[in-house]
């Protein structure tokens, strides 16, 4: 990912900045382990926006391509 480049994706695709687009989320969780999971889930369900983090990128990668496809979840 280039410095122009937004490192936020939602549903596996990286917007960019280029683009025009602004991502923003309700709330926000750093860790992807099972219990980090489990509460972006939990909280996508009831309608909020959650930015989800982690230290290792594929992870995040992994986690919007599967478990949050069609949520309101957002990586970086």
């Not at 596996?12 to 709330?27: K, V």
Request: glycine share 10%; charged share 20%.
């Amino acid at each position: 990912m280039t410095d122009k480049e937004v490192s936020a994706r939602h549903a596996g695709i990286i917007a960019s900045r280029q683009a025009g687009l602004i991502l923003s989320a309700d709330f926000g969780l750093i860790g992807l382990a099972v219990m980090g999971q489990n509460l972006i889930m939990n909280i996508a369900d009831h309608k909020f926006t959650v930015c989800a983090f982690n230290r290792t990128v594929s992870k995040v990668d992994r986690f919007l391509e599967n478990e949050a496809r069609g949520k309101s979840i957002l990586g970086i």
